[in-house]
């Protein structure tokens, strides 16, 4: 009689801008073993698998053997669930249609499974963050760009090929600022990162108020939020205007999709109260009146390498099994 092991075992591998970092995550969610390099020092996607490939198995090897893995997720930017390819990522050193899946597949003979980073998030968050129990709520990812997920009845909503979520390019300022997407005026452009950085600079340009950013030779949105927390009244300012917009923003999509839940996420969201308090007043002004002071705006409380970690190790438990050593 034949038996049939059981795998308990999976990779999750979130690629960012900066690093990729892959971990053993087991059955109950926890992370085994981790590691992580440079992805900017891979230019050419080839080399980047072939490396993503060896470390993969490398660091299998030395934690249970690779007998004992399913299969693997992958968070990156601008990846369709749908083809399991990275799609036209402006900021990532690959450009075009990149078949990440398969070509990450026919290295290890193991199943592989592709999604976006806000569609990793929301997984994350909700098998083991703040939307855990959560059936219908929307997973906002604020960082270098604005991206999120919308959860409906407990499952993700991909739209019809995969691009559903996409609020950072929608518009909310007819003719406004330029997007890197190539339309102006997208929320995006207002608060994501450089958004915010653009504000902050306008803002130093039209007025001759005192202002501890002056002083910043490399300002961030985490340099502006620590002279928030210094009483600098044209930084509170700078995430003032943020949050208007960006409650706008939500409100509206509030208004078409009904969450229980706005769940934020990304670098951005630890402005904390700085953003939240204005983009919760400006979202409730603006929202459906029926759903007004019904939606809860909740910060996830996950580490960001963890939850994208984690929330693709998920993703990984989703992809049908495949082995080329069965």
């Known amino acids: 009689?034949?038996?049939?092991?059981?795998?308990?075992?999976?990779?999750?591998?979130?690629?960012?801008?900066?690093?990729?970092?892959?971990?053993?995550?087991?059955?109950?969610?926890?992370?085994?073993?981790?590691?992580?390099?440079?992805?900017?020092?891979?230019?050419?996607?080839?080399?980047?698998?072939?490396?993503?490939?060896?470390?993969i198995v490398g660091l299998v090897e030395l934690n249970g053997g690779y007998e004992t893995v399913r299969s693997v997720g992958i968070s990156a930017h601008s990846a369709n669930f749908l083809t399991g390819s990275i799609v036209n990522a402006a900021n990532m050193p690959w450009k075009g249609v990149v078949p990440l899946a398969a070509m990450l597949?026919?290295?290890?003979?193991?199943?592989?499974a592709v999604a976006n980073n806000s569609h990793?998030?929301?997984?994350?968050?909700?098998?083991?963050?703040?939307?855990?129990?959560?059936?219908?709520?929307?997973?906002?990812?604020?960082g270098s760009g604005l991206g999120s997920c919308i959860f409906s009845d407990g499952e993700v909503n991909l739209g019809f090929d995969g691009y559903a979520g996409e609020i950072g390019h929608t518009c909310v300022v007819l003719n406004g600022r330029q997007c890197g997407c190539g339309n102006r005026g997208c929320l995006e452009a207002y608060t994501a990162a450089k958004g915010i950085l653009q504000t902050a600079r306008e803002m130093m340009e039209e007025s001759d108020e005192a202002s501890l950013m002056r002083s910043i030779e490399n300002l961030s949105p985490k340099k502006i939020y620590e002279c928030c927390e210094q009483g600098d009244e044209m930084a509170i300012e700078v995430f003032r205007r943020t949050g208007e917009i960006l409650g706008l923003g939500l409100a509206n999509y509030a208004s078409l999709v009904n969450p229980e839940a706005i769940i934020f996420t990304g670098g951005i969201a630890r402005a904390g109260h700085w953003l939240l308090d204005p983009t919760k007043k400006s979202f409730e002004e603006h929202v459906f009146h029926n759903i007004q002071g019904k939606v809860k705006f909740l910060i996830s409380e996950l580490g960001e390498s963890e939850r994208n970690v984690l929330g693709a190790s998920v993703l990984a438990w989703k992809v049908k099994e495949y082995s080329l050593f069965k």
């Open 105 to 112: 597949r026919d290295q290890l003979g193991l199943a592989v």
């Open 1 to 55: 009689m034949n038996q049939t092991t059981v795998k308990k075992r999976v990779v999750g591998v979130d690629i960012s801008f900066e690093d990729t970092t892959f971990a053993i995550v087991d059955v109950r969610g926890n992370i085994l073993a981790k590691d992580s390099f440079p992805t900017q020092n891979y230019t050419d996607i080839n080399t980047f698998v072939n490396t993503l490939a060896e470390r």
């Open 120 to 142: 990793v998030v929301a997984l994350g968050e909700q098998a083991f963050g703040s939307a855990h129990g959560l059936r219908d709520f929307i997973a906002i990812t604020i």
